[in-house]
């Protein structure tokens, strides 16, 4: 009962629209420490639309779709590992097996693939994914270095001291972030 409080409190703290699309994972959600480096990473005009526990490129993480990419983040990496601008996916494929399936999506000639997802959980997400999609502006949209420039320093170190506050952030990560945003300056 206390660890799904600390997991509550943890979400509570979030952006809004990432607690919310998080909060549907429940308790396979483990440690909500793992979307600490996501709001660093959204645009204020960006929303997130689902998120979902996954297998990309042989590491485990969670797989977040906003209605303009999809980002990837590995356990307790501060950057995402995939940074998938939505206009610049062609096609989407499904497929399951008994408990996990995977979404493969073809980006020209490459294939980016999520493996290991709930069961229950895949065909909602390619369902997303082709939602937004089809919403999604023509032109691509920013990469995360492009977006990280524009992200005031200071204002990022206020939101780190607050997610390490809240307990979100080990003081290790916290460090290391920290002196990621002083070698901007």
């Known amino acids: 009962m206390a660890r799904e409080k600390d997991r509550s409190q943890a979400l509570a703290g979030l952006r809004p629209d990432l607690g919310t699309a998080a909060a549907r994972l429940g308790s396979r959600l483990r440690d909500p420490g793992e979307l600490a480096p996501v709001p660093s990473y959204l645009r204020d005009d960006e929303t997130v639309r689902f998120v979902v526990l996954g297998t990309h490129e042989r590491g485990g993480g969670v797989l977040i779709l906003t ?20 206009g610049r996916i062609d096609s989407l494929t499904t497929s399951s097996g008994l408990s996990t399936g995977e979404v493969a999506l073809r980006v020209g000639e490459n294939v980016v693939a999520v493996s290991r997802i709930v069961k229950g959980d895949v065909e909602p997400l390619a369902h997303a994914i082709r939602q937004a999609r089809e919403a999604a502006p023509d032109a691509p949209a920013p990469t995360s270095a492009d977006a990280a420039d524009t992200v005031d320093p200071f204002e990022a170190m206020e939101k780190l001291s607050a997610l390490r506050d809240r307990g979100v952030l080990t003081e290790a990560e916290f460090a290391a972030k920290k002196q990621e945003l002083l070698d901007r300056l």
């Open 67 to 86: 209605d303009a990419r999809l980002l990837f983040f590995l356990r307790r990496v501060m950057k995402p590992s995939l940074d998938l601008p939505l």
